[in-house]
């Protein structure tokens, strides 16, 4: 897919960390792009407009209305979308079952917390994608015969999840998991769907751990032994989108790490 001024994209969770880097590199090759995010990222959403003209929908991607009516509103400003990059996406941790080291009294993994993330994760992404990808079908064929590129993102959480991290490895895992039988469902209406499995990268989230922590994290790559940038996730997805060929992927972005039990 060539990029430019004829293309337009959504990108969910696209005010802040990998989704504004590809947001910003969708931007530089022209494309018009609408952001969908939290109402609480509304005033990043409103700088973002400003700086870059994209379009600010307010989206919990957990609500059937609220991405019904950011897709509305992404369409009428840029017509059909023919890229979703799905960013959207959050984590917590705590162990299946465990014991209080000071009590002794057991406890379970919250199933609330687990439903959470496995919503906003999974659930959230194949809900973008789906009426995405029913857009995406109304639209004529590029010269190749292609209507659409997807990018989801997991994380290498989906393969070698911590201690913890059941929801987060489970809700990852499901990404991983449905990318193939998405591309094959798609397959006939020229839509490509790839997804990108990142590893320890520089996000707003990861700024908020003390330096150590984060000297500490980035030892543990094999090379380059830093922190991922948020811009190479975006060239990675970037590539996903222009290249053809590129499709039914699960690719690790990731300096070799493989990830310790703990």
């Known amino acids: 897919m060539k990029l430019d001024s004829s293309i337009s994209a959504v990108v969910t969770g696209g005010a802040s960390g990998l989704g504004e880097a590809t947001v910003r590199a969708l931007v530089a090759q022209g494309v018009k792009v609408a952001i969908f995010d939290l109402d609480r990222q509304a005033d990043r959403g409103a700088a973002l407009e400003k700086e870059l003209g994209v379009t600010f929908c307010a989206v919990n991607v957990t609500s059937d209305a609220e991405v019904d009516a950011g897709f509305e509103k992404a369409r009428a400003a840029n017509g059909q979308e023919r890229i979703l990059v799905n960013c959207a996406g959050t984590g917590n ?10 009590t002794g ?9 687990f439903d959470m993330i496995v919503q906003i994760n999974l659930i959230g992404t194949f809900r973008c994608i789906a009426k995405s990808a ?3 079908l109304s639209l004529d064929p590029l ?6 590129a997807i990018v989801n993102t997991a994380s290498v959480a989906a393969e070698d999840g911590q201690m913890g991290q059941a929801a987060y490895s489970a809700s990852k895992g499901g990404v991983v998991g449905m990318t193939l039988p998405i591309a094959r469902d798609l397959m006939s209406e020229g839509i490509r ?3 990108i499995l990142p590893g320890i990268f520089n996000t707003p989230l990861m700024n908020a751990a003390p330096e150590a922590v984060k000297a500490a994290l980035a030892a543990s790559v094999p090379f380059p032994k830093r922190l991922g940038h948020a811009e190479e996730y975006a060239q990675l997805a970037l590539t996903m989108i222009t290249n053809g060929y590129f499709n039914g992927e699960d690719v690790r972005l990731d300096g070799a790490i493989r990830m310790a039990p703990r």
Do not use: C, Q, Y
Not at 95 to 101: F, I, L
Not at 105 to 113: C, E, M, R, S, T
């Open 93 to 102: 941790a705590a162990k299946t079952a465990s014991r209080d080291k000071t």
């Open 105 to 113: 009294a057991i406890k379970h993994f919250p199933l609330a917390h």
């Open 134 to 136: 029913a857009g995406m």
């Open 143 to 148: 010269e190749d015969g292609e209507r659409g």
């Open 193 to 195: 769907v790839n997804t």
